[in-house]
């Protein structure tokens, strides 16, 4: 057999513990597959004296990240430390620069400089892999880089956060609040360092920037994705959505259109009866159109120590056989740059509810508005009040929930007829508005 693949790993949190822990735990078969044994020779995190329940015994340990990368028993250094910057890019630029094979999770890191990383792997002949930097355990970063070579990809789009899904999902079931369920997600190690970065949808809009990177072979433009969280989903939202027939879901989709290609990620109403409404808790799940294969799905779970783990392991057996591909599927140089297609020209249908004024008028003035701006409605719902509210004259001018649903429509002409809403006094507060995904 030949020498062993000398791993080291800065970052033993979540995934970092996972991975030395799997690696210890499936030596044997780990060296068959990868035709050498997979040696954890460094490791590097914050706190030396916390019990990790790992044997580092044989393992050297760095207080700074950026000395793993110079040590030179390493030949792979394994990146689990987080953040787009500091010491996390710092390693990585070092390792890359002494000709070491880097693998990473670090989907913010990646956004932001992915490309520059991939130029600077190709310059030094090594391997940038970050299986696990997309939808967690599920293999869509190879599916795209390496299985759909011979495809035209027209269409990426899917649950990529696992924390958002887990709080919509508990939400929904079990009628938790939100800050409950983002505590249990935390708690369960879904959740990044940050979780605003889960649930105002940056983290999704990172792994899409990845993935949008891979499937049309362009450089990455993280800034080109339109971006709308979680955070503003309440527990009547939910419920309308169920009576309606829907499931809120945090969605990233990037396709081509006439316009250039799309990118956006941001909660919407997913018909119950498709796939995609049936991927709850953790699970994360991505659809690929293209022109060969037609439809494909990957679904699995998104987040999680062990999930993410099997991901970063999977790279690193592909680092010990030699498989040094382009970081994003061809070279950096040839990744293209094509035109961004605006926000306001997205075309669906739309939930839109307001907090309208109850008085004579109001409804037939938002009808108006949305007439002007050519909006077809396909419903309006407004439930009566509590009991304690109603006014049997119907004149009380409280506000009250109006929830409407558009056909087919453009995101200008929403926001037009939002803003003349807004103009005419009819609503006490700022529209809810989420975008529809018809079947
Ligand atoms: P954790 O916060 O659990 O772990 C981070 C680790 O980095 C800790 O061991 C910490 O040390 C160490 N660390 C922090 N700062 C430094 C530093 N300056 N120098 C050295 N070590 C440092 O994060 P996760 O394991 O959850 O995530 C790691 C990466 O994986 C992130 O990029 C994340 O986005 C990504 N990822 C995470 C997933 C998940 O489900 N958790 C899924 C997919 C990707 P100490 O332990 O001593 O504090
Ligand atoms: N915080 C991320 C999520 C981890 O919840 O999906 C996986 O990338």
């Not at 990529?160 to 983002?182: D, K, Q, V």
Request: some cysteine.
């Amino acid at each position: 057999m030949k020498e062993p693949l000398r791993v080291g790993i800065a970052g033993l949190g979540t995934v970092g513990a996972s991975v030395a822990r799997l690696i210890a735990r499936n030596a044997e078969s780990l060296a068959t597959r990868a035709g050498r044994p997979i040696a954890l020779t460094a490791v590097c995190a914050r706190d030396r004296s916390r019990d990790r329940g790992l044997d580092l015994a044989h393992a050297a340990w760095h207080d700074d990240a950026s000395a793993l990368a110079r040590d030179p028993d390493v030949d792979c250094v394994v990146e689990l430390i987080g953040g787009d910057e500091g010491p996390a890019r710092a390693l990585v630029e070092a390792a890359l620069s002494a000709g070491k094979h880097v693998v990473t999770a670090n989907k913010a890191l990646l956004a932001k400089h992915g490309l520059a990383l991939a130029r600077l792997a190709e310059e030094n002949g090594v391997a940038l892999a970050f299986e696990a930097s997309a939808a967690g355990g599920v293999p869509v970063v190879k599916t795209l880089r390496e299985a759909l070579s011979g495809n035209r990809v027209s269409r990426v789009s899917g649950i990529l956060n696992g924390t958002c899904n887990y709080i919509l999902s508990r939400m929904e079931a079990e009628g938790l609040s939100f800050a409950a369920c983002l505590a249990d997600a935390q708690r369960l190690g879904y959740a990044e360092a940050d979780p605003t970065f889960d649930v105002e949808g940056y983290d999704a809009a990172h792994k899409l920037a990845i993935l949008t990177s891979l499937a049309f072979g362009v450089a990455l433009d993280p800034e080109a994705i339109y971006v709308e969280g979680i955070s503003k989903i309440a527990p009547i939202d939910i419920a309308m959505a169920d009576e309606l027939g829907y499931r809120i879901k945090l969605l990233g989709v990037a396709e081509r259109t006439k316009t250039g290609i799309e990118q956006r990620v941001h909660p919407t109403m997913v018909p119950k009866t498709a796939s995609l409404a049936q991927v709850m808790g953790v699970l994360n799940a991505v659809a690929i159109d293209a022109d060969a294969v037609g439809e494909l799905s990957l679904i699995g779970p998104g987040a999680g120590g062990d999930a993410t783990a099997s991901a970063v392991i999977g790279d690193i057996c592909d680092v010990a056989v030699g498989a040094t591909r382009p970081a994003f599927g061809v070279p950096a140089a040839r990744l293209e740059r094509p035109q961004r297609a605006p926000m306001q020209r997205h075309e669906g249908g739309y939930y839109i509810r307001l907090s309208v004024f109850d008085r004579p008028g109001s409804a037939a003035g938002i009808a108006t508005r949305m007439a002007q701006a050519d909006i077809s409605l396909e419903s309006i719902i407004q439930h009566r009040a509590r009991t304690a509210d109603v006014d049997p004259t119907g004149r009380s001018g409280a506000p009250v929930p109006v929830v409407l649903i558009t056909y087919a429509t453009t995101e200008s002409a929403i926001r037009e007829a939002l803003a003349r809403i807004d103009a005419d006094g009819h609503v006490a507060e700022p529209p809810q508005v989420i975008r529809i995904e018809r079947e």
